[in-house]
């Protein structure tokens, strides 16, 4: 490709295939600048809603249950309350069960409960010295996170959707830098080892998620099985060997990924001869961090991470078979 000045401007000169490469690395790069565009753009603070209360006065058969709102027990229930994302305060009487996740469960003077009290993220609080409960119910509390459980119930969509913040880029940042270092440490330590897994994930990358999410599929109720079943001996045999597969797979696998995805990028982007290992690691690992830290996608994105590293796992072991499949 060649720049020539004229008088009109600036005159380029390209053959086809040059125009062509550069038309894609330019599409490609544009197609990321669009998607980080429309993450940022994505993260619209939700709208403060007021905060409303679910009144129950009388006599109610039924369970009163409130979602995303407290409840305010003035009468008597005799089935229960629950509320999800808010506070129960009893100022009557609960004949069943109080439980409140991502709230309270506030009794006050004179209330009566007679049931069990759960509390998931916040506290058991009762005006009188000793609560008028039945003593031989049970009182069941997991303190902490109570703001956060009651956001994420009343906005289910900040769970895929994270805010952007400095805190939160920083941290993006610090995942790049770390997952970089590890793969370097990796490839150092095995290089043999991760190129066979590169070129057997490039070779039958379906197969490899196939086999992973078999083995995701099995691991997953063979673990409880084993846990619920087989005696103690071994149990902790399977606890190991799990916890064996877990560690190769979120090492030996991501850093097979990384390195696979980055030689990919370093042959769409940057031009022949100017291929580094290492900058195909900062690539790869660059790439998978962003991707998941986009909201909507990352779930899906950390699902193939995950069944694709523990499918490189899971066959690293059919190394010779794999090559013998390669040179034929």
């Known amino acids: ?17 040059q125009l062509f490469r550069l038309l894609k690395r330019a599409g490609f790069l544009f197609a990321c600048l669009l998607a980080t565009v429309m993450a940022i753009y994505a993260q619209t603070p939700a709208a403060a809603t007021a905060e409303t209360t679910y009144v129950v006065e009388g006599v109610s058969d039924t369970m009163a249950y409130g979602l995303g709102r ?11 309350a629950i509320s999800l994302g808010g506070d129960v305060i009893v100022e009557g009487r609960v004949e069943g069960d109080v439980a409140a996740i991502g709230g309270s469960v506030i009794q006050l003077k ?8 759960i509390v998931v993220g916040g506290n058991y609080r009762h005006d009188d010295g000793i609560p008028n409960r039945d003593p031989a119910k049970s009182t069941i509390l997991y303190a902490g996170y109570e703001q956060e459980l009651r956001n994420l119930i009343r906005n289910p969509t900040e769970m895929v959707s994270p805010r952007w913040s400095s805190t939160y880029v920083g941290l993006r940042i610090l995942a790049v830098l770390f997952w970089f270092v590890v793969s370097l440490v990796v490839t150092a330590v095995i290089p043999q080892t991760i190129s066979r897994g590169v070129a057997r994930l490039q070779l039958t990358m379906g197969r490899v998620a196939v086999i992973g999410l078999f083995g ?9 099985f084993s846990l619920h079943y087989l005696p103690t001996p071994l149990n902790v045999l399977v606890g190991l060997i799990v916890l064996m597969l877990i560690i190769v797979a979120a090492l030996f696998g991501r850093v097979v990924v990384y390195a696979a995805t980055g030689r990919w990028l370093q042959r769409k982007l940057l031009p022949a001869g100017a291929n580094s290992e290492t900058m195909a690691l900062l690539l790869g690992t660059t790439f998978w961090i962003v991707l998941a830290s986009l909201p909507y996608i990352w779930p899906l994105v950390i699902s193939i991470l995950v069944v694709t590293s ?12 794999w090559k013998q499949a390669k040179a034929s």
């Open 216 to 224: 995701a599929a099995i691991i997953g109720p063979g673990v409880a």
């Open 110 to 117: 004179g209330a009566s409960i007679g049931g069990d009290v």
């Open 70 to 80: 407290s409840v305010r027990v003035s009468g008597t229930v005799k089935d229960g």
């Open 1 to 17: 490709m060649t720049f020539a000045a004229t008088a009109d401007g600036l005159l380029i000169q390209a053959k086809p295939d």
């Open 310 to 321: 523990l499918g490189l796992a899971l066959t690293a072991r059919y190394g010779l078979g």
